[in-house]
């Protein structure tokens, strides 16, 4: 499967500030899924880009995937205590249904 | 909306027993998908079925084995348990009809995951 590395591993955020997690693959991918874990539960779908260069908003994440279609980043606005949690990249082939997910960022915010 | 169900949410089992885990996918799910998660780690693919049939197949041990049955749901078997093999294993279902054209990926839609103790 694809393999995709994920940076960095553990973000402190203070309240209100912003952070940018990456992905990054030395293979093309055919698409890459974001997901959310918060702490005990189970990864939850966030967002999937499929096209060279895709930028996706969902109110104050975004999501980008690059032009050569080798690495990936999440960067969240105006951090809250809400967004704490693991965030994985997870890269799919096409026509490989399984996904191989980033190592995730674990993310805490200080209030 | 209906969600992937998994049960037991809890086992704890000792060294060499047997544990069965289930998985009921989304309704009208085609695909179903198991992920072992050891503490800290990210999720690792085991196996997945499609409409009943061995789709793909990642770090499972042999050890372990899983079908998929007539109503769509999962059951991970699991023998000869050891201690690494505790870790929480979540279960996800998908929809081939959904899958996003062109390159795209079934969205995998996560269950709350069945937590394994090995003692």
């Known amino acids: 499967g694809q393999q995709v590395m994920q940076i960095p591993q553990y973000q402190h955020v203070q309240e209100g500030e912003d952070f940018t997690t990456y992905c990054n693959s030395s293979?093309?991918?055919?698409?890459i899924q974001w997901y959310k874990q918060r702490p005990g539960g189970h990864p939850v779908f966030l967002i999937q880009?499929?096209?060279?260069?895709e930028v996706k908003k969902q109110k104050r994440l975004t999501f980008q995937f690059g032009e050569a279609k080798k690495n990936s980043s999440l960067h969240i606005t105006a951090t809250q205590t809400t967004d704490v949690g693991t965030y994985f990249c997870?890269?799919?082939?096409?026509?490989?249904?399984?996904?191989?997910f980033g190592a995730g960022t674990t993310v805490t915010v200080r209030a | 909306a209906a969600g992937v169900i998994q049960s037991p949410r809890h086992l704890i089992k000792e060294k060499r027993e047997t544990a069965t885990l289930k998985c009921y996918p989304i309704p009208r799910h085609d695909t179903v998908y198991w992920y072992q998660q050891g503490p800290g780690q990210d999720p690792q693919f085991l196996i997945s079925f499609y409409e009943k049939m061995q789709s793909d197949k990642g770090s499972i041990p042999d050890r372990f084995s899983a079908q998929q049955f007539s109503d769509y749901h999962s059951e991970l078997n699991m023998s000869s348990l050891e201690l690494g093999d505790s870790a929480l294993y979540f279960c996800a279902s998908s929809s081939r009809r959904d899958r996003v054209f062109f390159a795209g990926t079934d969205t995998q839609y996560f269950g709350p995951g069945t937590r394994l103790t090995v003692l």
């Open positions: 997870a890269a799919g082939g096409r026509g490989d249904y399984k996904l191989s």
């Open positions: 880009l499929v096209k060279s260069g």
């Open positions: 293979t093309t991918l055919s698409n």
